[in-house]
Structure formats: structure tokens, C-alpha cells
T-cell receptor, first 115, second 111 residues
Framework: DVKVTQSSRYLVKRTGEKVFLECVQD?????MFWYRQDPGLGLRLIYF???????EKGDIPEGYSVSREKKERFSLILESASTNQTSMYLC??????????????FGPGTRLTVT | KQEVTQIPAALSVPEGENLVLNCSFT??????LQWFRQDPGKGLTSLLL?????REQTSGRLNASLDKSSGRSTLYIAASQPGDSATYLC??????????FGKGTSLLVTP
């Protein structure tokens, strides 16, 4: 079974802190994704990566950056956390394929609260 | 931006009923459509993936259909059980790399 793990289930940080969210997948997937999920807004794509050191902006990249130094690991970085970044953060991965015809596998999520 | 809409937003049914969840999307040029289940406070579990060239997929008591021309997909759950209670999310791949999600249907199956 594909396993996607996220470093923390719950995280509380203060405004202005630099925050790292880590995601690791164990199935040698090329594609990795970071989403955030908010009530009434659904899931929105922040960033994705289709290969090591490659990244693409999603719908809401402002205030975030990412790092993919190894194939299995994709990190989301909040350079200076703000209260409007309080949310559930979900990581996903999928294998590369023609027109991305493969399903995405999600981690358990990190509930981040910024106070 | 392509929109994905799920109706109803919430549904409550007695155990044993067959039920249908609906998903509509604005652009028929999709790569695939995926149905997920999400339990409260948890991540997403993939239920079914329908590729653009397919009309339906089945897994156990679940059947998902896809009609690209009308921009619709349905998730059919047979003989519902309390353990089916969760939020069901529809997601459409328009781009070949990332998913556009609907806001979900929250399902409650009562004993």
C-alpha cells in the first residue's frame, strides 16, 4: 500500500514564526502536492512538484514556499506565519503517467493553528 | 477557473438505503475524475478513479459513472451502512497534474 506521512498531526505556532511542514511518501512517486483545506472553501492547491528540485505554483502560493531535495520528501514552508494560514494542510503524491492518469494518495493532514 | 460542484451539501439517510451523490463540472475536457472519502479530521482516501475514456468504475458497493458531455459524475452507494458516514469529495483533473475539488457532500447514515 502507498503510504504518505506528514510530520505532525497538530501544530501550534505564533505569528511571524517560520514553519516547516514535512511530507514523505514511500512509493517512489514523481508527483507531490500540497493542499490546504478550509471550511466553505474546500481543498485548494498551494504548490506541486513533478520531480526533484522542480516546483510549480498552484492556486494560492502566496505566503508559502516549497522544497524538494529528495524524491520522497516534499516540504512546505511558511516564511512568516500569519493567522490566516491557520488551516488543515494535506500532502498528496501520485506516480507520473500520461496526462496524470493515476490516482492521488493523501497523507493524514496537519492541523496548523497560528496564534 | 473550472468549477466542480457537489449536490447535495449534506445528506442523511437510514441504514440500508441506496443513495446517489452528484458531481458536476464546467468543462468536459478532463483527464480523469476521482472520488474520495474523508472522515472528520482525517486525510482523504481514494475510492474510485475514472479516466476520461471510461464511463464507470465499480468497487464493492460503490459505483461511479462519468458523462463528460453533460459534465456530470455520480457516486452510487448500495445498501448504505453507518460506517459509510463521512464526507465524499469529487475531484476533476483538468490540467494533467493537479485536481480541482468540489466542496463535498457530508453523508450521515443512521442505524
Amino acid at each position: 500500500d502507498v503510504k504518505v506521512t506528514q510530520s505532525s498531526r497538530y501544530l501550534v505556532k505564533r505569528t511571524g514564526e517560520k514553519v516547516f511542514l514535512e511530507c514523505v511518501q514511500d512509493m517512489d512517486h514523481e508527483n507531490m502536492f500540497w493542499y490546504r483545506q478550509d471550511p466553505g472553501l474546500g481543498l485548494r492547491l498551494i504548490y506541486f512538484s513533478y520531480d526533484v528540485k522542480m516546483k510549480e505554483k498552484g492556486d494560492i502560493p502566496e505566503g508559502y514556499s516549497v522544497s524538494r531535495e529528495k524524491k520522497e520528501r516534499f516540504s512546505l514552508i511558511l516564511e512568516s506565519a500569519s493567522t490566516n494560514q491557520t488551516s488543515m494542510y494535506l500532502c498528496a503524491s501520485s506516480p507520473a503517467g500520461t496526462a496524470n492518469t493515476y490516482e492521488q494518495y493523501f497523507g493524514p493532514g496537519t492541523r496548523l493553528t497560528v496564534t | 477557473k473550472q468549477e466542480v460542484t457537489q449536490i447535495p451539501a449534506a445528506l442523511s439517510v437510514p441504514e440500508g438505503e441506496n443513495l446517489v451523490l452528484n458531481c458536476s463540472f464546467t468543462d468536459s475536457a478532463i483527464y480523469n475524475l476521482q472520488w474520495f472519502r474523508q472522515d472528520p479530521g482525517k486525510g482523504l482516501t481514494s475510492l474510485l478513479l475514472i479516466q476520461s475514456s471510461q464511463r464507470e468504475q465499480t468497487s464493492g458497493r460503490l459505483n461511479a459513472s462519468l458523462d463528460k458531455s453533460s459534465g456530470r459524475s455520480t457516486l452510487y452507494i448500495a445498501a448504505s451502512q453507518p460506517g459509510d458516514s463521512a464526507t465524499y469529495l469529487c475531484a476533476v483533473d483538468y490540467s494533467g497534474y493537479a485536481l480541482n475539488f468540489g466542496k463535498g457532500t457530508s453523508l450521515l447514515v443512521t442505524p
